[in-house]
Structures are given as structure tokens and as C-alpha cells.
């Protein structure tokens, strides 16, 4: 990975710590199972049944049939420390909150932001510094030097992420409130989608997640490049359904055990995404 696009991850990476200031290997409190004596309930006794959307690599992905990322990682040593078995469910992004509301998952981890509107009917578990950052391909990199650079250009973005909010978000403030062209936005059903979009021509910019951008960069070095400031900086997090304290709490200290000892960050650099290492904490947004 080339020096000059980890330091702009890295870069990204402070600004969100900042800002935040189906597989096997206790849970809800309207759940049937006691896990042993650790204070919570779990669905499934012995068992954290998981969910997740396995399309978000680094974090969450298929390698062939196999489920792997970072997040798969973290979650089943959590899940190990907490002398549990874990157990994967599979489901795409949009169906994530309502399966842990309704209790037919213990937990969700897939790249979800902790946002206040979220916090209304779930609790989370911070535990990664992640941004949203715009990003091109290297003969167009030029072209984009200041925010204005993006008024007026057709960028695509994931209708099903924060990064579209937050991309409208700029567009007001940033192009329309100035006198320049709102931003042009091309919107897909995945980051995946709106990738294609750039690499068809259709989209002069698209955005996506650092750490994201990270693992491409892994992948195919010097296809992309980041431009422009950080467009969003909020954690990632692990949720629980709202008032489910002691499974968040377990978590969380779980989750502080390994960042204290080293666990989450050696997993983090296994992927390539050790910048955005952060200590854990419950509902960390504010605003």
C-alpha cells in the first residue's frame, strides 16, 4: 500500500476518533436462555447468534464460502471470551436493525454506524473510527483540489449508507449555499454499485468507507485515489436492541480487554485497517 494513501486513511482515521469524543465457531432480556452466569440472556443458550451483510470487505466478507474480515474476527472472540459459541446469520444490510429489535439476532456487526436517529431503537457498541471519503481514479485525482472541486459532478454513493445523507448534506452547505451546481449524485444499491459507476465513466467521484478503500487499495494498488477533505466521521459499531445493557456492557468490556491487550489491533493490522484502532465505548455520539 502505497505511503501517500495510508497517510490520507490515517489522516481520516483522527479526524473520526475526534469526532466520535450462516456459521459457528448476555443477550436480550426478553430472550429465553440464561448464559450461564454473566448477567445477560442470549436467544440461543451457549450461543451469540450474530448478524451481518457479508459484502463490506475488509470487515465482512465471503472468500468463496468461507465468512471472514475483521468483524467476523472480533465478534468471535468476544463471543469466545465470553465462553460462547457464535453463530453467523447472513441477511443483507437493511434487514440488520429490525432482525436484533425483534430478537432474531442477538447482535448485529456489518459496518454500522452508531447515528442518534439509530440510538432511538438500538444501543451500540463503538469500537472503529471509520470515514467516509470521496475517491477517484488517478488520471481525475487533479481535478479535485478544493470542496467546490465536487460541486456540479456527477459522484456516485450507496443510497443504503450515511454516506448519502451526508453527501446531500454537502451539497447544500458546501455547493448550493456558495452559488456553485449541487453535486450531480448518482445513487446505487451498494458501494460495490457505486464503484462501478466511476469505473464506468458515469460518476467523475464516488464515495465509500477508508477502511474500505484500504482493502482495494490492497487488492488492485493505484487503482483509486482519495481526494478532497474527510466527507464523514463516525464509529463503527456492534448493536445490541435498545435497554439490552448487560449484553452491551459484557461487550464492551469484552471489547476493552482486547484493545487493552493488544487482540483488536492485531486484528486490524491483519486486514490493513489498524488506523482506525480506537478504545471502546456504549452510544458515543452525540449529535
Request: with cysteine.
Amino acid at each position: 500500500m502505497t505511503k501517500k494513501f495510508l497517510g490520507l486513511i490515517a489522516a481520516g482515521a483522527a479526524v473520526a476518533l475526534l469526532a466520535g469524543c450462516s456459521g459457528s465457531a448476555g443477550g436480550n432480556e426478553s430472550g429465553s436462555s440464561k448464559s450461564g452466569d454473566a448477567g445477560f440472556t442470549t436467544i440461543v443458550d451457549g450461543t451469540l447468534t450474530v448478524g451481518l451483510s457479508p459484502d463490506f470487505p475488509p470487515m465482512e466478507y465471503l472468500d468463496g464460502e468461507k465468512l471472514i474480515g475483521s468483524d467476523v474476527e472480533l465478534i468471535t472472540e468476544v463471543a469466545k471470551r465470553l465462553n460462547l459459541d457464535v453463530k453467523f446469520e447472513q441477511q443483507k444490510f437493511d434487514q440488520l436493525i429490525n432482525s436484533v429489535r425483534t430478537d432474531r439476532v442477538d447482535l448485529v456487526i456489518s459496518g454500522m454506524s452508531d447515528t442518534v436517529e439509530r440510538q432511538k431503537t438500538l444501543d451500540f457498541i463503538d469500537y472503529y473510527s471509520s470515514t467516509g471519503r470521496f475517491y477517484t481514479t488517478p488520471d481525475r485525482a487533479g481535478d479535485f483540489a478544493k470542496p467546490t472541486d465536487a460541486c456540479g459532478v456527477p459522484i456516485a454513493v450507496s443510497t443504503k449508507t450515511d454516506y448519502y445523507p451526508a453527501l446531500q448534506e454537502y451539497s447544500a452547505k458546501v455547493c448550493e449555499a456558495a452559488g456553485e451546481p449541487a453535486v450531480k449524485i448518482v445513487g446505487a444499491d451498494s458501494g460495490a454499485a457505486a464503484r462501478l459507476q466511476l469505473d464506468q465513466g458515469r460518476a467523475d467521484l464516488a464515495v465509500q468507507g477508508a477502511e474500505n478503500l484500504a482493502y482495494f487499495e490492497e487488492q488492485d494498488p493505484g487503482k483509486y485515489q482519495i481526494v478532497l477533505d474527510v466527507l464523514i466521521a463516525q464509529p463503527f459499531a456492534a448493536s445490541v436492541r435498545k435497554g439490552n445493557t448487560a449484553l452491551a456492557e459484557a461487550v464492551r468490556g469484552v471489547l476493552q480487554e482486547m484493545y487493552d491487550d493488544g487482540t483488536t489491533e492485531k486484528i486490524l493490522t491483519k486486514y490493513g485497517i489498524e488506523d482506525g484502532l480506537r478504545p471502546p465505548a456504549i452510544n458515543e455520539v452525540t449529535e
